[in-house]
């Protein structure tokens, strides 16, 4: 199986004022088939880390890794990493205009395998994740994100998941602007990719609502970019009781 290691990461991201440092030593073990949540206060760094492992260019490594089965990522450039077999969903999805979602599907399938899918066997796959996803067989001819809302594009990354068959996926607030049926929909479509290919999940959120329908092995708590406090899913249930104040109150 595969492994995602993040060791002792340091991030900056580029402001008008200069680099400014969100993450602070950052250390985390995900073994391929595991899903590890990611809470913490608004403002913590946990959208930090989504950017620096899909090597967003405002986000700067200064000191530290992130390891793909000993393999540093952060050497490699963005097709790399999802060739390498990572995914992210982005917390706001891009618009690709003049591009259909089925084209670009087809063609992020084929760069990521190195040869094109089968037409006919890749066709029918696109239709059924999306009915998985009780997505419209229109989304298929409009173009990417384009006039989206929030749910579907959801509901897109998801059905990108699932047919890009990463070994890795990146979930930054997946669940947020989610009415509950849409929230139920989207975490199906996680649950499933997580039993067809062991998919491992970097699960981030603010709010444990969709814990309940993902659920998590490990629960690492963000504050002040880095990890506070770690534990299994019992930690998520006490950060519903008692949110993050107290992590507040000890950084202070
Ligand atoms: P979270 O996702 O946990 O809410 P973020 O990673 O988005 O946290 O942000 C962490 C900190 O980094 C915040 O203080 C935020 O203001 C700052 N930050 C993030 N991106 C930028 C940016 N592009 N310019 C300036 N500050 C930023
Ligand atoms: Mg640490
Ligand atoms: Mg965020």
Redesign the pocket.
């Known amino acids: 199986t595969s492994l995602l290691e993040i060791k002792d990461l340091h991030v900056s991201?580029?402001?008008d004022q200069g680099a400014?440092p969100?993450l602070n030593g950052v250390d985390l073990t995900i073994p391929q088939g595991e899903t590890h949540a990611i809470m913490?206060?608004?403002?913590?760094?946990?959208?930090?880390?989504a950017?620096a492992i899909a090597g967003h260019p405002?986000y700067e490594v200064t000191s530290g890794s992130i390891l793909l089965d000993g393999e540093e990522v952060t050497e490699m450039g963005v097709d790399e990493r999802a060739q390498a077999g990572l995914f992210l969903a982005m917390q706001y999805p891009v618009e690709i205009p003049g591009v259909t979602n089925a084209n670009f599907l087809r063609t992020a399938k084929t760069a990521i395998d190195g040869e094109a899918p089968a037409i006919r066997t890749w066709m029918k796959e696109v239709k059924e994740a999306m009915e998985n996803l009780r997505m419209d067989s229109s989304f298929a001819e409009r173009n990417v994100n384009e006039g989206f809302s929030g749910g579907e594009k959801k509901r897109n990354e998801i059905l990108q998941v699932e047919l890009l068959k990463p070994k890795f996926a990146v979930l930054?607030e997946t669940d947020s602007g989610l009415d509950v049926d849409a929230l139920k929909v989207v975490s199906e479509g996680v649950n499933r990719a997580k039993e067809t290919t062991g998919l491992g999940v970097l699960l981030?959120t603010?709010y444990t609502r969709i814990l309940r329908y993902i659920k998590p092995d490990f629960v690492h708590v963000?504050v002040n970019?880095r990890v506070a406090e770690e534990g299994g899913p019992e930690l998520a249930d006490r950060l519903e009781e008692e949110g993050y104040d107290r992590y507040l109150v000890d950084a202070a």
């Open positions: 991201v580029e402001t400014k969100i913490g206060p608004n403002g913590s760094g946990k959208s930090t880390l950017y405002r930054d981030i603010h963000f970019g």
